[in-house]
């Protein structure tokens, strides 16, 4: 038995082990504003901190290769994101679902968010999308609507990032 081999892998084994102990205890320990049953803001943890709105993927100022779907997801602290219902009025509070605009900045608090190019609405609730782009350089801000798609204080943010042939 070659040693330098074997210690190789007792190392590799080791570290191996560690990255699985280090991402079991983020995931639990990044958990997020999820309830007990996977549910953003459940009723029994209420949201508690300052409310806002992240892409969780991609990161901002980063390239992406024009050949492969641009994946977007989205996330949020200390708020609740649901499914817009029928009738809503008033809009319920604390509650809100997310729209995507592309190739284009946040809008002003207490405005009504588009239902047109260039924004794309998720009133169904979703986190995410994929976009095939031509190369170039894009835009993209996440903004929290209301139940009526009105814009909420602080919940948008914008990233760039940069579609290249051949990465």
């Not at 320990?29 to 892409?55: L, M």
């Not at 390239?63 to 008033?90: C, R, W």
């Not at 998720?122 to 801000?141: I, K, N, P």
């Not at 009105?150 to 051949?166: A, F, K, N, P, V």
């Amino acid at each position: 038995m070659d040693f330098a081999k074997s210690g190789d892998l007792a190392l590799n084994l080791k570290v191996g082990l560690a990255m699985a102990v280090f991402v079991t205890v983020g995931a639990v320990a990044c958990g997020g504003s999820s309830g007990s049953d996977g549910e953003a803001g459940s009723a029994d943890t209420a949201p508690t901190g300052t409310p806002r709105v992240f892409f969780e993927i991609p990161m901002n100022d980063t390239d992406h290769p024009t050949e492969v779907p641009l994946a977007l997801t989205f996330g949020v602290e200390n708020f609740q994101i649901g499914t817009v219902p029928e009738t809503a009025s008033p809009p319920r509070g604390g509650m809100g679902h997310y729209h995507l605009g592309v190739n284009a900045e946040c809008l002003p608090a207490g405005e009504i968010i588009p239902k047109a190019d260039p924004w794309i609405h998720f009133g169904d609730g979703s986190d995410g999308m994929e976009m095939q782009l031509e190369g170039g350089e894009y835009r993209f801000s996440v903004q929290i609507g209301d139940d009526e798609h009105r814009t909420i204080e602080g919940l948008c943010e914008t990233i760039t990032i940069r579609m290249e042939d051949g990465i």
